[in-house]
Structures are given as structure tokens and as C-alpha cells.
């Protein structure tokens, strides 16, 4: 079997012109970037707008393992094979973020045959919305210390800016700074810090506005620190939100590209699941709906962070729940989570395989929560045997959960055809649900929390320092409480400390920091040692990874 960049670099795109015109574009609608690249122009999105909206699959995972789920992988394999059985779909996905590409996660555009493409442009630098998010960010904070340096009129106080620098690389050396040094020309002398790109709220904001309007308000309303007295700042008190949003204006538009098989893919937006909400923009997926009579999304990470968070956040603001629920899981990660050695995943090991099952079960319980139908995906590796595959089948099905292989790495198309009919299946059967959320806005900040960990994590308390204590009284007066909560946790576990695999039990979870992102709307919180800014690996991707007289790249994945 090739290495996926082989597989992408030998398949014959076809030019995106006509993946376009496939789904009812016509040429003024799209912006070419290169043969097989566009953006759609903000004309054919609200041409398509008042279109009937198609059905919504949102695919999740267990919590993810150093053996992998392949979670981007099943998802471009089920669009691929739902329009094999001639179903109308369109993908829905995030943009890599350049840091993790190359340090040691790889890219988002899937694996073997089942990729979207140009993979090494999509992975690298693609339409350059990651260096407009990057620009606008870091545009912002230029002119806060500028405010700073001409006079301060707003009375800020250096020591409670919170809007921090960004750059979208794992740079662990940038997390904390000083600024302003050299003296009375050189600025106002300040402790500051970076954050990776996909952390910035500019981010979430790019992912959740629903054009430039929404765009320009939801960049008015950031926070960027507080004055002498305490009162909160914000871009629309300097004035710059228009700015920003010229800044962004081109980032805002959804991206088309294309699978192996041609299937038409919007991919844009690449927030963090574990920092950040963690789903594609809002804009991309309403626009899919209106085109496709079936969208294929994801969310980051397990559906205890992306998850949850869709269902919680981006719902809200796309009016519209998904029809179905994928999980996908891997023999290897349930046996990780069950207490294997990385070293020894290719052995069979049932008692291994049954512990670890309880993870996919929480996860199960909690998009059932939702009353939305779930169907798990067991993406099979080489190395699982047939007793493995069967405990898994058995386990989900003495559940009542349907459960159907995926070998759409190895063949594409073809391997995810029983996996799209069991989804189709699922949504026919369940008729029209109604989509029941975790909490409602009325609720306090806390109790949105609360709920999070005790009915999402399984946690038994949830534990406040004193910081975030006082931050939630100042909230409250600020009127920020109808926010939603967005949890910074690690990815690994369902407890704040990745150690415990599994289904961890009789474990509280502690937020030490709250963080207003009222522009994006919601409120996140950091619990445990979750780092806004990761750092690069001992052997980084980037140390495989060259490019050849020709500019042909190596080492991507």
C-alpha cells in the first residue's frame, strides 16, 4: 500500500471548475486559486440560501490514542460512498493547522483513498486563510500596544490585557513574553504571549459569523483586556473592527476542493476541539446544506470536546442539528484504552478489547443524550482479527447500537458503502427527533459546566479556583452569563488528566481560569495543564518532510 501523499500525488484531479459546476455553480461564483482551488463568492451563497437545508452527519470519535481513529479518514470515505450510491453529498471540514502538520499529529485531509485534495496544498498553505486570521490577530494587538504607547485614552491597564499575539507553529518559547522593551520609542513595556493561530478568537469568530456583517459585530464585541478601574475593553472601543474584517473579508469565504473520487469538499475554518470549539465555519456548512441533499461534517477530537461542542455551540448558531451520529473507533484505540502497550496493538487481546469498549460506550450515551441516532464506525487496521471485530460488533449490538466496518483507507468508495447504508438506514428508521441540548442559555455559567462534567465527562464534582471563582461574579455583572461554556481539557481522557483512559470514575475536574470570548460567543474555561500554545515533539514531522528539484513534496501525512 502507498503512503497517502503517494496515493494523492498520483490521482487526476479534475479541474475545480467542474466540481463546481457539479453542484449548480457557475464560473463568476467561484475564485480560482490555482487549477483546483476556489473560493465561493459571497453572491452564489446567498444565491443558494433559500434552498430547502439537506440532511446533516456529523462524525466523532472515541477519545483519540497515539494508535489512531482516523476520524477525517471515515468521514471523506462515507461522503465518497454515499454519492456511489448516488446519493447528492458534500463534505464539511476543517483546515490543517501548519503547527501540528509539523509536529507530530500530520495533517486533516485524511488518509490513503480516502483524502480530500490537493493534499499538500490544503495541508500547507492553501488559500491562506491561517496567515489572514494570523495578520488580523496580530494587527489587533499592534495597535493595543499602540493605544498604550499614544497616550492610553481608554485608561487600559497594561497588566490585565488579555488578547495575546499568535502564529500558527508549536512554539512552546513564544507561550510567555516581554514587549515593549528598549526604552521611552519602543513602546510600553508589558508581559505578553503567543497562542497557536487555530486558539485566536478570530478563529472562532471566522467560524461562527454568517457574513460580514455578523463578521464585523462579533470582531466590535472581542474583549481585550480591562482598565485601572476594572471595566472590560473592547475592539469596538478602538475602533478597529472594520479593519479586522477588511483584514478577513477573502478568509470568510468557504474554500471548495475535492476527494480522490471527486466529491465536492468545502473545507475552512480549523479551530482546536481541545482550546477552542473545534468544527468547521458556520458559513461553509449552512452553504453545503443548500447545495447537497447530504452533508458530512466533523468535529474535533472526541465527542467529549468537538462533540459536545457542536452540539452546544455551533448548533445554536447553524439552526440546525444533525440527522445522525457517527463515532468512529479502532480495535487499536480500544485496546490502548483498555490498558495495551502501544507496542503490543497488533496482538489480539480480548480482555483488553472489552475494557477499553467502555470508553466508545460513554461516548455512545452521550450523543444518544442528544436524542440524535448514532451509528459507530469500527475503521478497520490490518492487524485486527475476527474474534477482535466480533466482541466490538457483539458489545455494541447487546446495546442496540448499530455498528458497521470501514475500510475506506484501504479501498476508498467501495469500503464505506455498508457504513453509508447502515447511516441512511439509522436516520430512516428514526423518523424526525427533536433535538434535545445539554443546558439552556438561562442557566448560570457554572451550572453549564457542572452539567458538561457530571453528564459529559462522568465526573462526580467540578471544582472552581479561586480565580475563576471571582471571574464568575464579574461576569455576571459584565452579563455574560447566557454564554455558553467552552471547556479546554485534554483530548486523551474524559477527565481532565489524560493518564486516565478509559472510563475514568470518582474523579473531579478542576477549571482554574475562565476566558471571555465574547465575540465568539461563549465562555471558555482551562482545566488542567491544557496549553493554549503547544510544543513541537523530541522528532517532529518536519524533520521527514523535503521537497525535490521538481517541487514535488515528501514527508506530509
Not at 57 to 66: D, F, H, K, W
Not at 428 to 452: C, D, H, W
Request: charged share 20%; net charge neutral.
Amino acid at each position: 500500500m502507498r503512503s497517502d501523499i503517494a496515493i494523492a500525488q498520483a490521482t487526476k484531479l479534475v479541474p475545480i471548475k467542474e466540481i463546481a459546476e457539479n453542484i449548480g455553480l457557475n464560473e463568476e461564483e467561484i475564485e480560482y486559486y490555482g487549477k483546483y482551488k476556489a473560493k465561493l463568492s459571497f453572491e452564489a451563497i446567498q444565491r443558494f440560501s433559500e434552498n430547502e437545508n439537506g440532511k446533516l452527519i456529523l462524525v466523532t470519535a472515541i477519545n483519540p490514542t497515539p494508535a489512531g481513529e482516523g476520524k477525517s479518514t471515515v468521514t471523506i470515505g462515507l461522503a465518497d460512498a454515499l454519492n456511489h450510491l448516488q446519493k447528492k453529498t458534500m463534505i464539511a471540514l476543517r483546515e490543517p493547522s501548519l503547527g501540528p502538520v509539523m509536529g507530530v499529529k500530520g495533517g486533516a485531509t485524511g488518509g490513503g483513498y480516502s483524502q480530500v485534495l490537493p493534499m499538500e496544498d490544503i495541508n500547507l498553505h492553501f488559500t491562506g486563510d491561517m496567515h489572514a486570521i494570523t495578520t488580523a490577530n496580530n494587527a489587533l494587538s499592534a495597535l493595543i500596544d499602540n493605544h498604550l504607547q499614544q497616550g492610553n485614552d481608554l485608561n487600559l491597564d497594561p497588566r490585565r490585557i488579555i488578547w495575546k499575539r499568535v502564529v500558527d507553529l508549536n512554539d512552546r518559547a513564544l507561550r510567555n513574553v516581554i514587549v515593549g522593551l528598549g526604552g521611552p520609542l519602543q513602546g510600553v513595556p508589558r508581559e505578553d504571549g503567543f497562542d497557536i493561530t487555530v486558539a485566536s478568537e478570530i478563529m472562532a469568530i471566522l467560524c461562527l459569523a454568517t457574513g460580514i456583517s455578523d463578521l464585523k459585530k462579533r470582531l466590535s464585541q472581542i474583549v481585550i483586556g480591562y482598565t485601572y478601574d476594572r471595566k472590560f475593553v473592547t475592539v469596538g472601543d478602538l475602533k478597529v473592527e472594520g479593519a479586522l474584517a477588511l483584514l478577513l473579508k477573502e478568509a470568510l469565504k468557504p474554500n471548495l476542493v475535492q476527494t480522490v473520487y471527486h466529491t465536492p469538499a468545502l473545507v475552512h475554518g480549523g479551530p482546536f476541539a481541545n482550546i477552542a470549539h473545534g468544527c468547521n465555519s458556520v458559513l461553509a456548512t449552512q452553504t453545503a446544506l443548500k447545495m447537497a441533499d447530504y452533508v458530512v461534517t466533523e468535529a474535533g477530537f472526541g465527542a467529549d470536546l468537538g462533540g459536545e461542542k457542536f452540539l452546544d455551540i455551533k448548533v445554536p448558531n447553524l439552526e440546525k442539528a444533525p440527522d445522525a451520529i457517527v463515532i468512529v473507533a479502532t480495535i487499536r484505540a480500544l485496546k490502548m484504552h483498555g490498558g495495551a502497550k502501544k507496542t503490543t496493538l497488533s496482538e489480539e487481546n480480548i480482555a483488553a478489547l472489552k475494557s477499553g469498549f467502555a470508553n466508545l460506550q460513554k461516548h455512545i450515551e452521550n450523543m444518544q443524550r442528544y436524542n440524535v441516532p448514532v451509528v459507530v464506525a469500527l475503521n478497520e487496521f490490518i492487524t485486527d482479527t475476527d474474534l477482535e471485530k466480533r466482541t466490538v460488533i457483539k458489545c455494541c449490538q447487546e446495546l442496540g447500537i448499530t455498528i458497521q466496518t470501514a475500510s475506506v483507507w484501504e479501498k476508498g468508495a467501495e469500503g464505506g458503502v455498508e457504513l453509508a447504508q447502515a447511516v441512511l438506514a439509522t436516520m430512516n428508521q428514526s423518523g424526525e427527533k427533536i433535538f434535545v441540548p445539554l443546558y439552556t442559555p438561562k442557566m448560570s455559567i457554572k451550572e453549564k459546566a457542572e452539567r458538561i462534567v457530571k453528564e459529559i465527562y462522568g465526573g462526580t464534582q467540578l471544582v472552581l479556583s479561586s480565580k475563576a471563582e471571582k471571574q464568575l461574579l464579574d461576569f455576571e455583572k459584565n452579563g455574560w452569563s447566557q454564554l455558553p461554556v467552552c471547556m479546554a481539557k485534554t483530548q486523551y481522557s474524559l477527565s481532565d488528566d489524560p493518564t486516565k483512559l478509559g472510563r475514568p470514575t470518582d474523579f473531579a475536574v478542576t477549571i482554574r481560569e475562565f476566558v471571555p470570548k465574547i465575540g465568539a460567543g461563549f465562555i471558555v474555561a482551562l482545566t488542567g495543564d491544557v496549553m493554549t500554545m503547544p510544543g513541537l515533539p523530541k522528532k517532529p514531522a518536519a524533520l521527514n518532510m523535503d521537497v525535490d528539484a521538481a517541487g514535488n513534496a515528501s514527508g506530509l501525512f
